[in-house]
């Protein structure tokens, strides 16, 4: 998901070929598919008046008329896109529209634009958008448009707010906004006259913030762009935010004041003056980098600018990653979320990637490590030594099955072995059981009874727990049918049957004694 409003880095030309008519442009190619609008910074770079106007595709707004713009002036617009990410725009031969940002999921945009005007003047009015708007939403795009032939003022402001920003909005011309609301979706504007006319365009969800009242972060230098920092008034997730900027001073006269993103070479500030020449104003809108930080640039004192709200992605993702203490081992926990490892590190880095979050020793020994995985990881919870036995018996069924040698058959689940006939053990078990070492003077069963005696040893953690497990599987496994008996013998193994006491303490422990050796056939 968005952030409601996504910017861009540097903008990119989407100037129609012809002009004065209707025009599709097609930003399938710049925007991303889902998207609901796109944000526009549009440039008057003549030194004459021309008119612009834009709107979602298959509307049928038409401001034309009311579109007039000053010599090299400049104002943002919000405007909607289609399903195939189409808006409409009529433009005069000088006009530019540079596309800055797309809106997404979280900001909607109606097809035709509501009127919201009112009829009282000289004061600040609420303007109840309910009817329009559902509960949830945090802010209102609009048009504020000057049908009339001279200068009137106009603004708008979040309800309950303090600000008292107000300014001329020229003749025949018209503003794009985007205000906060209440939670009663009730904003306030100011008209001078009635030939003021007041535009629902659409609305903001979350994560969009809009403020009650605006932050001043006017800067006090000119003729050069200046980082302005948002990260004490947002949050370090920001990634975008909505301003006012506003010439704020009754000279007569046209100054600059134009924003972009951090490290962006985007230089439209030629045209890009604020109007009409007193007391004007425009909201903007513009990316911030990493570190909350957007760039402005005005040419006189007089021009200001105001923070309004912010945006940020609507789902915060925060990378992790395996260190090699092994933190970070929620982000494994898929592939193993039964198995209800920690993040202890402890010797996890001896056992590689798969198995990063299991806590095996540092010690060399095999029993250590595999005792750990057996006590931790396969814990008797109704998932980890049942799941672990039936895998096991499952394993010696399939694999020492009557049509080939159980040897040669456990190939198959561990490919990277090669058992040699002679089960000789260092050189042929040491990939999965790598701290184990089988005699090299020893075969098959004798192989395995070394195993036994070198490391299960009953150190209080590994021969407790593997001796429980095996002796489950011995029992299920090796049972009256005889299939695992059969198996065994079939290699030139033979299973002498053993005289032997075993039994199980109270606290859990094997006691075996053997009374005969385990013998080869012949």
């Known amino acids: 998901m968005g952030s409601g409003l996504n910017f861009f880095t540097n903008a990119i030309d989407k100037t129609p070929l012809t002009a004065d008519i209707w025009t599709d442009v097609d930003c399938s190619a710049d925007i991303p598919s889902g998207s609901t609008g796109v944000i526009l910074d549009i440039h008057n770079t003549s030194s004459l008046v021309y008119s612009a106007d834009v709107r979602k595709k298959g509307s049928t707004d038409d401001f034309y008329a009311n579109g007039s713009m000053m010599a090299l002036s400049h104002l943002f617009v919000i405007v909607g896109v289609d399903e195939n990410r189409i808006f409409e725009a009529k433009v005069g031969e000088e006009i530019v529209l540079y596309l800055v940002g797309y809106t997404d999921e979280n900001v909607v945009i109606q097809t035709n634009v509501t009127d919201k005007s009112t009829g009282t003047t000289g004061q600040w009015v609420d303007t109840d958008c309910s009817a329009e708007v559902p509960s949830g939403a945090t802010g209102l795009i609009l048009r504020m448009v000057n049908t009339g032939a001279v200068l009137d003022e106009g603004g708008v402001r979040n309800n309950g707010s303090s600000d008292t920003r107000k300014g001329d909005i020229r003749p025949y011309s018209f503003i794009g906004c985007l205000i906060g609301c209440d939670s009663g979706r009730i904003f306030e504007q100011y008209i001078e006259t009635t030939a003021i006319d007041c535009k629902l365009v659409g609305y903001t969800k979350p994560p969009v913030t809009m403020f009650v009242n605006a932050i001043d972060k006017s800067i006090g230098a000119t003729g050069a762009w200046t980082d302005i920092d948002v990260t004490t008034d947002t949050e370090s997730a920001c990634d975008g935010v909505i301003l006012e900027l506003k010439h704020n001073s009754n000279v007569v006269a046209y100054y600059i004041d134009e924003v972009r993103k951090n490290g962006s070479s985007d230089a439209r500030q030629a045209s890009a003056k604020v109007t009409p020449p007193i007391y004007s104003w425009r909201h903007g809108f513009v990316g911030v980098d990493v570190d909350n930080i957007f760039e402005n640039y005005i040419d006189n004192l007089v ?112 490919k990277a072995l090669t058992f040699s006939d002679v089960g000789q053990g260092t050189d042929v078990f040491i990939i999965p059981f790598k701290a184990f070492s089988f005699s090299d003077l020893a075969t098959g069963v004798d192989a395995f009874v070394v195993l036994l005696q070198k490391y299960f040893v009953d150190v209080g953690s590994g021969s407790d727990v593997f001796s429980k497990q095996i002796l489950e599987m011995i029992l299920k496994s090796f049972s009256d049918a005889g299939v695992a008996t059969e198996v065994f013998t079939r290699k030139n193994i033979m299973v002498v049957t053993l005289p032997a006491i075993i039994g199980i303490t109270e606290d859990g422990k094997i006691v075996i004694a053997l009374k005969r050796k385990v013998e080869a056939q012949s």
């Open 303 to 414: 021009n200001d600018v105001f923070l309004l709200g912010y945006c940020k992605p609507a789902v915060e993702v925060t990378p992790k990653s395996f260190s090699d203490s092994g933190v970070g081992a929620d982000v494994f926990v898929n592939p193993f979320r039964a198995m209800g490892f920690n993040e202890v590190g402890g010797g996890s880095d001896i056992f590689g990637i798969p198995f990063k979050a299991m806590e095996f020793s540092d010690v060399a020994s095999g029993v250590d490590a595999f005792s750990v995985l057996l006590q931790k990881a396969f814990i008797d919870a109704g998932y980890g030594s049942d799941a672990f036995t039936k895998e096991l018996i499952g394993f010696i069924e399939k694999t020492f099955s009557d049509a080939a040698s159980g040897i040669d058959n456990f190939n198959t689940p561990f």
